[in-house]
């Protein structure tokens, strides 16, 4: 088999067994674990999610990330993981939609509402609405339907109303509830 | 042991046969199979592998744990939560205790030819709840049938005595027996020799009640899994440079850069295979780029220097062929391709004609633009295919692996997971043909993408169109007579369809306002072009009512009427009218819906509102909608305001799912309405990605639709395009009031800044 062009190392922060650093990696911090990528550095952190760690949760949408399918929470900011090379990654915080959810599985205030509002459609967009409500709603606690109506994502279905009614059940607090 | 007795059956009808299977392990599965009489019984099955034997089954566990197979694939049509239920509440299930799996084709060998043990498996055509309502609910009853029987033996008293409530037996004395403890004695009983008798509404648990996506855990997680998702283990990633023209040919490659891409491993060429139909081969010539990972097949294939030959199509353009189209609507010498109805006599009506209204509308080539773009894994092996395809009709992938492979029937496995949108683009399977072909010349499993670029630009588009109406007015303002030309190229050329059939994919013979007048006549003229056309959602309907409800809103312009008075008076007195498919046209039906949005919208207000107020009503199959708009304009921009949509299905099966059918089929027809086209030049698409083709975001869609549902109780019908006709007509009769614009092209934002 031909070799693969990135190379994962799981590094347990209390672990006693120390890396050795001879290679020129980029450490990762994606849903709390860390990660080293030593392959190209300008592959977009999509392919890295999709490909090298199996995270698909994340979306590929187009090439420019202009639906709004590929987005994640860089820092607690919702951006285009296919426009994002992993060189740009060092020292920050990744968050997918597979890590918004508690450690014990707990939803998101967001994750839920969605459910609760049967917010989905074919659901293959719905990880990037997640994203994106959640990178709104840590701007904005409680945002008005002109700062909705500013998300970019797109979507055929047609969930956009339900997606917005989630949103503001969240917003208004509704949705803490197992 | 229990349950030696594993394998009996119940005659449905032709070919269909409810079949009890059980392992003797606490379990009872039923299902319903495609079968010959004379087949012979299946081994005793056992768990696990009794998924691909069975057809859309139940399997109930001894923990009282229901397990529910989903036949259809789910696009986002809500049908592995529908169908399910429908089983579900048949057998007075637990819906907490029930799983539904989703099933992958089911196919079997008979004598090299393919049986389809689960039957019909497709989705997104509006055919799976009225085909499940067929056959899914006996499964059901079936198992509940047999389950009561064992409680009876186990407590002594006859079956009469004992009703069935969320996965346990209850007996008029109050004794309980759940679900799980009776599997094994169930699985003994012996057949009835009729079916036993389905649940009246009245006992309906599930059925009616909203339920969620089954899926939704899943997906809000990012755990649920689509084609696209799906790796297998040295799959190679091959992405494609296909040919601007489909009659194209390669001209010239260097692939050295390419190939010096690292994880590059080959560059490869496709090509159509002369004679099969549009869909079951590669869409146009092209190259494809294999790689160890996405990322270097993405490089790979941008760094691919190749020149196309244009073919015959390169001269072609959606201008021209529109141009063509007008021409030959306005010669009234030009014979039709196909008279599609002539009621009464036309010709004769218009010498009584007091008054005449002409009018065209114009509606642009459509993409699919599915959410998930094309992909297909396969893995090739001696004796055996898989692949996982994110399709609509899994027979019709298994057909295209057949043809490529050449292997036996049930060597072929087709996995269907939840699918990225499907809107008619994956009746075709154009994609799996590509990647069948990759993985046999490269002796390896392959991972096909299609990026965005190659989606917009080579789909099986719908076809634009022209529709020319005349109408004919005596003096007492009644319309006496319709005629009607549409010229278009078919979604059914080049696929093996006669002629004369050519038209059925492009009007219905008795779409509105057929049968409602006493002289109609409606035409069509075939437009042919190389650009391949295809199923798409909301097809004949979508072009057809925008033409008509617009053009009934300017007759009542002309004569000076509310549009909901001009509607309501071409309806008439509620009565069946039939209809040409077989089916009746249930006016009343029609009519109440119709009021239904009007009363909401508060159309009483049509007149002095400020804001504009439009309506729209539609049938499709047997299923009746309408649609009310309130609109303004904010200077060039057009606010909507408000959108209520009604619709009759008949029996409702999930209400949640149905309004969230309804509500996304009406902001994706607002949102093609507004702002969507496909147009093309010298042969090639002009749209390469949402830059070019701009599906409407949160801001320019209404922030809520209203939607109504009518209670009924007829077999439900389906749902998941049934909305899509009527809110492009409503919405520019709305237009039509806040502007003083009549928008008779489309996409309407364009035409609208350009009359304003």
């Given at each position: 088999m031909a070799p693969v062009q990135a190379q994962v190392l799981p590094i347990s922060p209390d672990s006693g067994i120390v890396p050795v650093e001879a290679r020129n990696g980029i450490d990762l911090e994606i849903n709390g674990e860390h990660y080293r990528h030593t392959g190209d550095p300008q592959m977009p952190l999509l392919w890295y999610l999709r490909d090298v760690l199996q995270l698909t949760g994340t979306k590929?949408?187009?090439?420019?990330?202009?639906?709004?399918?590929?987005?994640?929470?860089?820092?607690?900011?919702?951006?285009?993981?296919?426009?994002?090379?992993?060189?740009?990654?060092?020292?920050?915080?990744?968050?997918?939609?597979?890590?918004?959810?508690?450690?014990?599985?707990?939803?998101?205030?967001?994750?839920?509402?969605?459910?609760?509002?049967d917010a989905i459609g074919c659901g293959y967009c719905t990880?990037?609405?997640?994203?994106?409500?959640?990178?709104?709603?840590?701007?904005?606690?409680?945002?008005?339907?002109?700062?909705?109506?500013?998300?970019?994502?797109?979507?055929?279905?047609?969930?956009?109303?339900?997606?917005?009614?989630?949103?503001?059940?969240?917003?208004?607090?509704?949705?803490?509830?197992? | 042991m229990s349950g030696h007795r594993v394998n009996d059956t119940i005659r449905l009808e032709r070919r269909r046969f409810l079949q009890v299977l059980a392992a003797g392990a606490g379990v009872l599965m039923i299902g319903i199979r495609v079968a010959d009489a004379a087949d012979p019984p299946l081994p005793p099955a056992l768990l696990g592998d009794t998924f691909h034997d069975l057809g859309a089954y139940v399997r109930i566990d001894s923990d009282s744990n229901v397990l529910i197979g989903a036949r259809d694939p789910d696009t986002g049509t809500g049908v592995a939560t529908a169908l399910p239920r429908i089983i579900a509440d048949e057998l007075d299930a637990d819906w907490n205790q029930v799983s539904v799996i989703q099933l992958g084709l089911g196919v079997a060998d008979d004598k090299g030819q393919p049986h389809w043990i689960y039957g019909r498996q497709i989705g997104g055509t509006g055919s799976s709840i009225p085909a499940a309502w067929s056959d899914l609910r006996q499964a059901g009853a079936l198992a509940r049938w047999l389950l009561l029987?064992?409680?009876?033996?186990?407590?002594?008293?006859?079956?009469?005595?004992?009703?069935?409530?969320?996965?346990?037996?209850?007996?008029?004395?109050?004794?309980?027996?759940?679900?799980?403890?009776?599997?094994?004695?169930?699985?003994?009983?012996?057949?009835?020799?009729?079916?036993?008798?389905?649940?009246?509404?009245?006992?309906?648990?599930?059925?009616?009640?909203?339920?969620?996506?089954?899926?939704?855990?899943?997906?809000?997680?990012g755990q649920t899994h689509f084609a696209i998702d799906e790796q297998d283990g040295d799959a190679l990633v091959a992405v494609l440079a296909h040919c601007p023209w489909p009659d194209g040919t390669l001209e010239r490659i260097d692939t050295a850069d390419?190939?010096?891409?690292?994880?590059?491993?080959?560059?490869?060429?496709?090509?159509?295979?002369?004679?099969?139909?549009?869909?079951?081969?590669?869409?146009?010539?092209a190259v494809a780029v294999?790689?160890?990972?996405?990322?270097?097949?993405?490089?790979?294939?941008?760094?691919?220097?190749?020149?196309?030959?244009?073919?015959?199509?390169?001269?072609?353009?959606?201008?021209?062929?529109?141009?063509?189209?007008?021409?030959?609507?306005?010669?009234?010498?030009?014979?039709?391709?196909?008279?599609?109805?002539?009621?009464?006599?036309?010709?004769?009506?218009?010498?009584?004609?007091?008054?005449?209204?002409?009018?065209?509308?114009?509606?642009?080539?459509?993409?699919?633009?599915?959410?998930?773009?094309?992909?297909?894994?396969?893995?090739?092996?001696?004796?055996?295919?898989?692949?996982?395809?994110?399709?609509?009709?899994?027979?019709?992938?298994w057909a295209v692996v057949q043809r490529l492979t050449g292997l036996a029937p049930a060597q072929i496995e087709i996995r269907v997971p939840r699918v990225g949108g499907g809107y008619g683009r994956r009746l075709d399977h154009d994609f799996v043909a590509e990647a069948v072909m990759l993985a046999k010349a490269?002796?390896?499993?392959?991972?096909?993408?299609?990026?965005?670029?190659?989606?917009?630009?080579?789909?099986?588009?719908?076809?634009?169109?022209?529709?020319?109406?005349?109408?004919?007015?005596?003096?007492?303002?009644?319309?006496?007579g319709w005629n009607q030309r549409m010229a278009s190229a078919s979604a059914l050329a080049h696929r093996g369809v006669p002629d004369n059939r050519l038209w059925t994919s492009e009007l219905r013979s008795d779409q509105l306002p057929a049968g409602l007048l006493p002289n109609f006549r409606s035409d069509w003229y075939a437009l042919d072009s190389a650009i391949p056309r295809g199923p798409a959602r909301g097809m004949p309907h979508l072009s057809n009512a925008f033409a008509t409800e617009s053009f009934i809103d300017e007759i009542a312009h002309l004569l000076k009427e509310n549009p909901l008075d001009t509607r309501l008076r071409l309806l008439g007195e509620p009565r069946q009218l039939p209809l040409g498919s077989g089916g009746t046209l249930d006016v009343?039906?029609?009519?109440?819906?119709?009021?239904?949005?009007?009363?909401?919208?508060?159309w009483k207000n049509w007149l002095r509102s400020v804001s504009g107020l439009g309506i729209a009503c539609w049938h499709v199959d047997g299923a009746y909608v309408a649609h009310a708009v309130e609109a303004a304009m904010q200077g060039e921009q057009l606010i909507i305001q408000?959108?209520?949509?009604?619709?009759?299905?008949?029996?409702?099966?999930?209400?949640?799912?149905?309004?969230?059918?309804?509500?996304?089929?009406?902001?994706?027809?607002?949102?093609?309405?507004?702002?969507?086209?496909?147009?093309?030049?010298?042969?090639?698409?002009?749209?390469?990605?949402?830059?070019?083709?701009?599906?409407?975001?949160?801001?320019?869609?209404?922030?809520?639709?209203?939607?109504?549902?009518?209670?009924?109780?007829?077999?439900?019908?389906?749902?998941?395009?049934?909305?899509?006709?009527?809110?492009?007509?409503?919405?520019?009769?709305?237009?039509?009031?806040?502007?003083?614009?009549?928008?008779?092209?489309?996409?309407?934002?364009?035409?609208?800044?350009?009359?304003?």
């Amino acid at each position: 088999m031909a070799p693969v062009q990135a190379q994962v190392l799981p590094i347990s922060p209390d672990s006693g067994i120390v890396p050795v650093e001879a290679r020129n990696g980029i450490d990762l911090e994606i849903n709390g674990e860390h990660y080293r990528h030593t392959g190209d550095p300008q592959m977009p952190l999509l392919w890295y999610l999709r490909d090298v760690l199996q995270l698909t949760g994340t979306k590929y949408g187009d090439a420019h990330g202009e639906n709004g399918a590929d987005l994640v929470l860089l820092d607690g900011k919702a951006v285009s993981a296919i426009t994002l090379p992993v060189a740009k990654l060092a020292g920050r915080q990744v968050t997918t939609v597979e890590g918004l959810a508690a450690d014990d599985g707990t939803l998101h205030p967001l994750q839920q509402a969605f459910i609760d509002e049967d917010a989905i459609g074919c659901g293959y967009c719905t990880p990037g609405w997640l994203i994106a409500a959640a990178g709104l709603l840590r701007r904005k606690k409680q945002p008005g339907d002109d700062d909705i109506d500013q998300l970019p994502n797109l979507c055929r279905c047609g969930c956009q109303t339900r997606v917005r009614r989630a949103i503001k059940r969240v917003a208004a607090g509704k949705a803490v509830q197992p | 042991m229990s349950g030696h007795r594993v394998n009996d059956t119940i005659r449905l009808e032709r070919r269909r046969f409810l079949q009890v299977l059980a392992a003797g392990a606490g379990v009872l599965m039923i299902g319903i199979r495609v079968a010959d009489a004379a087949d012979p019984p299946l081994p005793p099955a056992l768990l696990g592998d009794t998924f691909h034997d069975l057809g859309a089954y139940v399997r109930i566990d001894s923990d009282s744990n229901v397990l529910i197979g989903a036949r259809d694939p789910d696009t986002g049509t809500g049908v592995a939560t529908a169908l399910p239920r429908i089983i579900a509440d048949e057998l007075d299930a637990d819906w907490n205790q029930v799983s539904v799996i989703q099933l992958g084709l089911g196919v079997a060998d008979d004598k090299g030819q393919p049986h389809w043990i689960y039957g019909r498996q497709i989705g997104g055509t509006g055919s799976s709840i009225p085909a499940a309502w067929s056959d899914l609910r006996q499964a059901g009853a079936l198992a509940r049938w047999l389950l009561l029987q064992a409680a009876a033996r186990r407590l002594g008293m006859p079956a009469d005595q004992l009703r069935c409530d969320a996965g346990t037996v209850i007996a008029l004395d109050g004794r309980r027996l759940s679900y799980g403890s009776l599997v094994d004695d169930a699985s003994t009983i012996a057949l009835p020799r009729r079916l036993p008798p389905l649940k009246t509404a009245d006992r309906y648990q599930l059925i009616g009640r909203p339920a969620g996506d089954v899926d939704a855990h899943g997906i809000v997680t990012g755990q649920t899994h689509f084609a696209i998702d799906e790796q297998d283990g040295d799959a190679l990633v091959a992405v494609l440079a296909h040919c601007p023209w489909p009659d194209g040919t390669l001209e010239r490659i260097d692939t050295a850069d390419t190939l010096a891409v690292q994880g590059v491993v080959k560059v490869m060429q496709l090509t159509p295979e002369p004679g099969q139909p549009w869909g079951s081969t590669v869409i146009a010539p092209a190259v494809a780029v294999l790689a160890e990972d996405t990322w270097s097949a993405l490089q790979g294939r941008q760094k691919l220097k190749i020149e196309w030959k244009p073919g015959a199509s390169g001269s072609e353009s959606s201008a021209a062929l529109e141009q063509r189209a007008v021409a030959l609507l306005a010669d009234s010498a030009a014979a039709p391709t196909t008279r599609v109805r002539n009621d009464g006599d036309v010709e004769a009506a218009g010498k009584k004609a007091a008054r005449r209204l002409q009018a065209s509308y114009f509606q642009p080539w459509l993409a699919h633009a599915t959410a998930e773009p094309m992909n297909c894994l396969v893995r090739l092996d001696k004796d055996r295919a898989r692949a996982v395809v994110p399709t609509q009709a899994p027979q019709k992938a298994w057909a295209v692996v057949q043809r490529l492979t050449g292997l036996a029937p049930a060597q072929i496995e087709i996995r269907v997971p939840r699918v990225g949108g499907g809107y008619g683009r994956r009746l075709d399977h154009d994609f799996v043909a590509e990647a069948v072909m990759l993985a046999k010349a490269v002796g390896r499993p392959v991972r096909l993408l299609w990026t965005r670029e190659e989606d917009l630009g080579h789909d099986y588009y719908r076809s634009g169109s022209v529709h020319q109406f005349s109408a004919i007015i005596d003096r007492k303002r009644r319309v006496i007579g319709w005629n009607q030309r549409m010229a278009s190229a078919s979604a059914l050329a080049h696929r093996g369809v006669p002629d004369n059939r050519l038209w059925t994919s492009e009007l219905r013979s008795d779409q509105l306002p057929a049968g409602l007048l006493p002289n109609f006549r409606s035409d069509w003229y075939a437009l042919d072009s190389a650009i391949p056309r295809g199923p798409a959602r909301g097809m004949p309907h979508l072009s057809n009512a925008f033409a008509t409800e617009s053009f009934i809103d300017e007759i009542a312009h002309l004569l000076k009427e509310n549009p909901l008075d001009t509607r309501l008076r071409l309806l008439g007195e509620p009565r069946q009218l039939p209809l040409g498919s077989g089916g009746t046209l249930d006016v009343g039906r029609l009519l109440n819906v119709l009021k239904l949005v009007a009363d909401r919208i508060e159309w009483k207000n049509w007149l002095r509102s400020v804001s504009g107020l439009g309506i729209a009503c539609w049938h499709v199959d047997g299923a009746y909608v309408a649609h009310a708009v309130e609109a303004a304009m904010q200077g060039e921009q057009l606010i909507i305001q408000r959108v209520v949509c009604a619709v009759d299905v008949g029996r409702v099966v999930n209400p949640l799912g149905l309004e969230g059918q309804v509500a996304g089929a009406t902001l994706d027809a607002l949102s093609t309405a507004l702002n969507l086209a496909i147009t093309f030049k010298g042969g090639q698409i002009q749209q390469r990605g949402y830059k070019d083709y701009p599906l409407a975001g949160m801001a320019q869609l209404p922030d809520a639709v209203e939607v109504i549902t009518v209670p009924g109780d007829r077999p439900p019908t389906g749902a998941s395009f049934l909305a899509m006709p009527t809110a492009a007509p409503a919405l520019a009769n709305a237009v039509f009031r806040a502007s003083a614009v009549r928008v008779r092209r489309l996409p309407l934002m364009r035409e609208l800044l350009r009359l304003l």
